[in-house]
């Protein structure tokens, strides 16, 4: 998945909100709260994308070759997929769905709701 399918897959979520920071990282929130990152961390400029997941997919995803514990958001339990097609982007766009949800899912009932987001 490219930088701008990853961008445009993010934009189509609900209640979502972009900036770019970092050193041009592309930083998805939602409700002012991160889900997921594309940002050319680590060694090289290849862009990479990271994101938040339960713990069971955070233990099963650090297992496969080319996903890794996020630098600086692993303890969160974030991932980066550090290698091309380590995920599918059907997979890829499934897990920062599943992203969105979570971070949504914290959120507080009022904000939810004037977001209008079902979490």
């Not at 995803?61 to 059907?90: C, F, H, M, N």
Request: charged fraction near 25%; aromatic fraction near 10%; proline fraction near 3%.
């Amino acid at each position: 998945m490219t930088r701008t399918e990853f961008d445009a897959y993010c934009a189509g979520l609900p209640a979502t909100t972009n900036v770019v920071q970092w050193g041009n990282a592309s930083v998805w929130k939602v409700g002012g709260k991160i889900f997921a990152v594309c940002s050319s961390w680590g060694e090289g400029s290849k862009q990479r994308i990271a994101f938040k997941c339960s713990d069971l997919s955070y233990m099963m995803l650090t297992e496969e070759d080319g996903i890794v514990p996020a630098p600086y958001l692993a303890r969160a339990k974030w991932v980066q997929v550090s290698k091309d097609k380590a995920l599918s982007d059907e997979d890829l766009k499934t897990y920062i769905s599943t992203a969105h949800g979570l971070v949504a899912g914290k959120l507080t009932k009022k904000l939810r709701q004037e977001l209008g987001i079902d979490a």
